[in-house]
């Protein structure tokens, strides 16, 4: 059994170390986490929010194709979103990227209320930069907006029409694999 683990982590580093994004198989984690504390004339409160985004692209030639799962949680009012949907995008050789993600599905759930029947797009920019042969980090911009058609309040299901925009900023972290 030892054999065949090694023989497992051996074939993947061999493959992660000739790793390149104009031609590679890219799993990236993008993040933000946001804590405030807020203490107006007494009055305390506080914001704790975290984005982060799950994405497997395939590159060829600079230009990518692939899947995201996205979640989105708000500690202070209890809400939290998940999303999954298709991606396409291009990479540069000069370490710019811009993607562009279908969400085929997105729910969003606050205490009580909770929006379904969801999809919604997200266009991101970035740049990664390489630590190693086959380790990327970097920064992207995000614009994300979600519609939603169904609400449930109580156990009571009735159509909506919500949306949800944001503009965020992330953190990258992406390993390529030939």
Known sequence: MKKKISFLLVFLVAGAAQADLSKSTVFSLNTIYMDRDYDDNGVKSKLKMTDTDFRLMRVEKGWAYGAIYSLSSNDSSDAQRNSAGLSLGYYSQKDFFINL????????KAGALEYTKGNGYEVDVGMLSKVTSSVYIGLLMALKNFSYSEQTVSGV????????????????FAIAFM
Request: hydrophobic content about 30%; cysteine-free; charged content about 10%.
């Open 157 to 172: 299901t009735s159509s909506a029409s919500a949306t949800h925009r944001e503009v965020i900023p992330m953190f990258t």
């Open 101 to 108: 993600h279908y969400y085929l599905t997105s729910k969003y």
